[in-house]
């Protein structure tokens, strides 16, 4: 435990202006993110006698070894950049809401040629507009079909569309008038777009005056004597009338708002949101967080308000947020009022009802989250008490001075030789921390031998460790190549095993930090600390999947490297017996012991994320191609050749001049894909088992 003096800052040191704070443990690792009005007396609080502290507090700034702070200009400045913080550190002592669900929303995919009507799950995606959440896909579904017959929008996925476009012919729904069918030319892509605009105004809650409009053209073909353009009219009327029943009026004055309302006790604190437009509810949601920070309900209000709009621009701000509770300080206030005001590009009406509908709509808002709050509770009860004891169970199995809160499990795969690779998962306090999972190629060697591999994988791991720490006598992050390369190993791209190929990186991240193979959240690759990291936590348990021999292997390799405060033990599938090092005798748990089943979960789930690895890889080298390794020809280039000539055969039978005449294709980049493809032995040709005749690559006639 630190003592807070250690680090505290000297008089004077501190500027008397807005910032954001933040603390940091003897690793670096960021704990803590606050913002003030006044950085001064605000730092100043937290290096007073501990005893006059909260105990959240006091037990934050014990962890501490370090503060720094931002000075910015105004108190919205301070909640953008403590927002943004958060969200990049996501440290420990911070209040974050986590969803109790993955919530469905309708999309309309404004940002495509023709836009498609679709639900949607997760991250929120440019261009895109979004209505909800939904409390079920269903009740999105049921909307969408009774809205389909007045506004014919692509509902159809990219590859139906392309389908239907190839040949002419809609789908079911262009033919029972449900969809516009863009697809066959029905509509130009200027109609179509104007209809799924139309439907957006519509879900956006402008119902009024397009029902009116509709009305108005019934009557006039009524009197026009079109009665079944009249009756169609009625029908699309009534269709419309039951997609809005399906959402009650709550708010007569057709208000658009989200009311957010709070149920808290010492420990814990839900959330619940309504989202009402055009006076109706049209989405539903809930968070739970534990209150890991003194603070009260406005600080809870606000947490809710950075993670519910940090993300929206536009119509996605409501016009009105009404709350439970508010800063007292009136200028707090009005410095998150004009952060809404600039998310949404207008003014935002931040309040607490005091009367009328909406007072009585908030309190039953309140009333779901105090539901969600104790249902949350009851769950969790059982399912604490459940962790607990398992991982008690298996540190008194294993004799292990504590429970071993981090736990990490390497499981090796591969399908008879080829394609050997690894995989790392991480459990937490009895859960699985998904953003921590890693996977390896095993590069020392070739061929099948699941011990020198292990040995390999666990060596690896803990030279990484071992180097940061070593270096830098802090655990820190840098941009480089496969992210479990021996980072003490030089920088040669012809070092066998170094891979400088993307695709055989073993930490691979999109922009947004995810794994494109898995959906699995990597780390950020930024270079700033205090971000998470890929291997700078050591686990108290390392767990392999196998026997004996694989336990073995995984303790010589950390014995190597001098590690010897982290337990090693293995999960053999066949007795699910338990192996321990230096042990000729396995550690029997019972049957019905938690402890066997949570070794039996994370045991389980390296297999699940080494085998998919794995068969990516395979897929990957099955679907190769020649054209591969001409240097300089992208996929786009790859696919107009294909589509010009029709086949890898044709085109290798084709000339320099005739690769030429593809378009965006210059003769030295032909030049080289002839190169490529004459050095590229053809695949063997085909066999019909049924007669023993040799067909041709395309499915031709056989050879003679």
Known sequence: MADPSSYRPKPGQIPDSPGVYRFRDDHRRVIYVGKAKSLRPRLSSYFQDLANLHPRTRTMVTTAASVEWTVVSTEVEALQ???????????????????DKSYPYLAVTLNEEFPRVQVMRGAKKKGVRYFGPYGHAWAIRETVDLMLRVFPVRTCSAGVFKNAERTGRPCLLGYIGKCSAPCVGRVTPDEHRQLAEEFCDFMAGRTGAYIRRLEQRMAIAAEDMEYEKAGRLRDDIGALRRAMEKSAV???????????????????????IFHVRGGRVRGQRGWVTDKVEAVDTAGLVEHALQQLYGEEIGDSVPKEVLVPALPEDPVQTDA?????????????????????????????????????????????????????????????????DSVPLRIECFDISHLQGDDVVASMVVFEDGLARKSEYRRFQIKGFEGQDDVRSMHEVIGRRFKRYLAEKERTGEWTEEEEGPADQDPTAPDDPTDPTTSTDPTTSTDRTDQNGRDPQDGVPGPSLKDDDGRPKRFAYPPQLVVVDGGQPQVAAAKRAMDELGIDDVAVCGLAKRLEEVWVPDDDDPVVLPRSSEGLYLLQRVRDEAHRFAITYQRAKRAKRIRTSPLDDVPGLGETRKQALIKHFGSVKKLRQATIEQICEVPGLGRKTAESVAVALAQAAPAAPAVNTATGEIMEDDGGRPHD
């Open 81 to 99: 950049l403590e927002y943004s913080w958060i969200k990049e550190y996501d440290p420990r002592f911070n209040v974050k809401y986590r969803d």
């Open 250 to 272: 709550v708010l007569a004055d057709a208000t658009d708002a989200d009311l957010i309302a709070v149920a808290e006790d010492e420990l814990e604190a839900a959330v619940q």
């Open 336 to 400: 998150l009022g004009q952060w809404l005001s600039d998310r949404r590009g207008s003014h935002v009406s931040l309040r607490i009802p005091q009367r009328g509908d909406k007072k009585d709509l908030m309190v039953t808002v309140g009333r779901n989250a105090q539901q969600s709050l104790v249902l949350h509770k009851t769950k969790r009860a059982s399912d604490l008490t459940t962790r607990s004891r398992a991982l008690e169970e298996i540190a008194r199995a294993l004799g292990l």
